[in-house]
């Protein structure tokens, strides 16, 4: 029986290096950067006004208290996108708003609360520091500096950032395709009505779900019946970097995913874990494949511990860390198999989401945990103040 670290390798084995392609800003959010993004000029590309105010030398108004103004005549305007193209001599001022850039000759700001404007001269009762409220160029960004790092899960403002520095368009980790396939004659689509022995389908919801929240592109192949020739012709037609099949992967007499994909190129295994102990992995004329069991609980916990990674490693994104925590009360585990918890998590620590445990069939009531532990395949009972590896979930 192979372990979840070694089915794990296996998987990040099959599935191909990131790819990558160069997008438009707006295009980008959410994508990974693939390469370091580089002011294109200066930022600020100009010395420009923190405030609404006036202009000045700072010389001119050293000696300005609030019993001796100094007067200073105003000679224009500079507002943003409409620059004063003249300069400030010795006793003038220039009329600016905040954002524009400061005249040639002015070395200060004064804000117009501080002012005392009449027609054509401003009074000024007190010293304005050289370089008041003067926003250098550069002193965000200087031409050529690094704006946003490479790996970097590209966001509002790292979109800002670049935008502003004068970059138009970033080069991104392609979103990877995924598809993936559902099968079981028994399945009813919800909203249904069943029949007997039917069952409402779940796995095509949630893996559509749970691929897009992990920035993969989901492609939906549909639900096929139990013909294995159906599941390895949609495996083969797909247009995917990854496919994802769920059920009809274990030893029973109808498993049509084994039976369609095994002589294609795919491995089935079990692998010590619990849930999700049938696995199938491989490639189908070149297309990696990772098939998953067919119960939901089984389908959520094997995303978060091998497909999550494995499209993580596809988009070039690092694995978030499992963390030790503590458990609340106790449980019993599979002997030796690691066993994947679903679990609600608090301040203190964690307790079993369900009093069902870790069953693969507890899909109505997998939605009141928020993350899963792992405890060790050598361990039979996990007692309560016992540490465990806990992490929420990420899909």
């Not at 000045?56 to 996108?81: I, Q």
């Not at 749970?210 to 599941?231: E, H, K, N, T």
């Amino acid at each position: 029986m192979r372990s979840a670290a070694e089915h794990l390798a296996q998987v990040l084995v099959v599935v191909p290096p990131p790819a990558f392609e160069v997008v438009p800003l707006a295009e980008a959010l959410g994508a990974v950067c693939a390469t370091d993004v580089h002011a294109a000029v200066a930022l600020p590309p100009f010395d420009n006004s923190a405030m609404d105010g006036y202009a000045v030398r700072a010389a001119d108004v050293a000696v300005a208290t609030e019993g001796a103004p100094v007067g200073l005549a105003v000679t224009g305007e500079s507002a943003a996108g409409h620059p004063w193209d003249g300069s400030v001599g010795p006793g003038q001022a220039v009329r600016i708003m905040t954002g524009a850039p400061v005249p040639v000759g002015a070395d200060a700001v004064i804000p117009q609360e501080r002012v005392a404007a009449t027609d054509g001269t401003v009074l000024v009762d007190a010293p304005a520091p050289l370089g008041a409220y003067v926003r250098r160029r550069g002193e965000d960004a200087g031409e050529g500096d690094l704006v946003v790092p490479a790996g970097t899960l590209l966001g509002a403002r790292h979109l800002a950032a670049a935008a502003s520095s004068g970059v138009a368009r970033v080069m991104v980790t392609r979103a990877p395709r995924v598809a993936y396939l559902v099968t079981g004659d028994e399945l009813v689509a919800p909203g249904g009505s069943l029949g007997p022995g039917q069952i409402f389908e779940s796995n095509a919801v949630y893996l559509e779900a749970a691929l897009r929240a992990l920035g993969a592109v989901p492609v939906a192949l549909g639900a096929v019946g139990d013909s294995p020739g159906d599941v390895l012709a949609a495996v083969a037609a797909a247009d995917a970097d990854l496919v994802v099949t769920t059920g009809g992967a274990s030893v029973g007499a109808h498993d049509p995913v084994k039976a369609g994909l095994a002589p294609a190129g795919v491995d089935f295994v079990e692998v010590a874990i619990q849930p999700g102990k049938p696995q199938g992995l491989g490639t189908v004329s070149g297309m990696p494949v990772i098939c998953l069991p067919g119960n939901p609980v089984a389908v959520a916990v094997c995303v978060e511990v091998f497909v999550g990674p494995a499209v993580r490693a596809m988009r070039g994104v690092p694995e978030p860390a499992w963390v030790p925590m503590r458990a609340l009360e106790g449980w019993r585990c599979p002997p030796g198999r690691e066993q994947v918890m679903p679990v609600v998590t608090a301040a203190a620590g964690v307790r079993p989401a369900t009093a069902g445990g870790s069953g693969s069939h507890l899909a109505a009531r997998l939605a009141a945990a928020d993350g899963l532990a792992r405890v060790r395949a050598d361990l039979d009972e996990v007692a309560a103040g016992d540490i465990v590896a806990v992490r929420r979930f990420t899909a």
